[in-house]
């Protein structure tokens, strides 16, 4: 089956402007993760969802991130006024149901955001 | 609080030779701790998890990992390489309360011919 796909796959932009970034979810996965993987670093941790709902945000770094999954399905990750501090890969990852943290996650290939 | 230190940033062995990557952890709470793999502009993938069943994990391409908790380590081995397990590994724990991963910095594995 399909597994987590991320759209764009890269996305240049310039400092100031507004990105989106999409990721869709393996089909029936009810919780779905954002992390941000900077150069030389492993993934962080942004925001995760439990179906519609953002269950978690406390790693948006502060509130010109935004995300949302207003279906349960498709979540946009939102980021207003970019700073070249925001370049990274951001990754999106699902997981069946938020039973507990042993829950695995599976992840997608990433957008690679690069601001100028 | 959940952190994840992986000793070497670069590990580099031979065709054939044992791969032993390290993985230190600390937790407040019992540990779920996972080691996925990435290859070049590929996603994440999951090598193998403890979720507090048996203490010596087998994931998959014969890799295999030992909980010890009185070492507070999650270290990830395989008996002899192969070309192909050339990427990055990293290590990750999550626990109660908590469903986020917390990830390691991270090894890059190279395998000589």
């Known amino acids: 089956g399909a597994g987590v796909s991320q759209t764009p796959s890269n996305k240049v932009t310039e400092k100031g402007k507004y990105v989106e970034l999409r990721c869709d979810p393996i089909?029936?996965?009810?919780?779905l993760y954002w992390y941000r993987q900077s150069l030389g670093q492993g993934p962080e941790f942004l925001i995760y969802?439990?179906?519609?709902?953002?269950?978690?945000d406390s790693g948006l770094p502060n509130d010109r991130f935004f995300a949302v999954r207003p279906e349960g399905s498709v979540s946009t990750l939102k980021i207003q006024r970019t700073e070249r501090g925001d370049s990274a890969v951001y990754l999106c990852?699902?997981?069946?149901?938020?039973?507990?943290?042993?829950?695995?996650?599976?992840f997608g290939p990433g957008t690679r955001l690069l601001v100028l | 609080a959940q952190s994840v230190t992986q000793l070497g940033s670069h590990v580099s062995v031979s065709e054939g030779a044992l791969v032993l990557l390290r993985c230190n952890y600390s937790?407040?709470?019992?540990?779920?701790l996972f080691w996925y793999v990435q290859y070049p502009n590929q996603g994440l993938q999951l090598l193998l998890k403890?979720?507090?069943?048996?203490?010596l994990v087998k994931g998959i391409n014969g890799f295999e990992a030992e909980f010890k908790k009185s070492e507070t380590s999650f270290h990830l081995t395989k008996p002899s390489a192969h070309m192909s397990d050339a990427a990055e590994y990293f290590c990750?724990?999550?626990?109660?309360?908590?469903?986020?991963?917390?990830f390691g910095s991270g090894t890059r594995l190279q395998v000589q011919p």
């Open positions: 990852a699902s997981s069946y149901r938020a039973s507990g943290p042993q829950e695995t996650q599976y």
């Open positions: 403890y979720t507090s069943a048996a203490t």
């Open positions: 089909s029936g996965h009810t919780a």
């Open positions: 937790s407040s709470v019992p540990p779920y």
């Open positions: 969802f439990q179906g519609t709902g953002a269950a978690d």
């Open positions: 990750a724990v999550s626990g109660t309360g908590r469903r986020a991963l917390t």
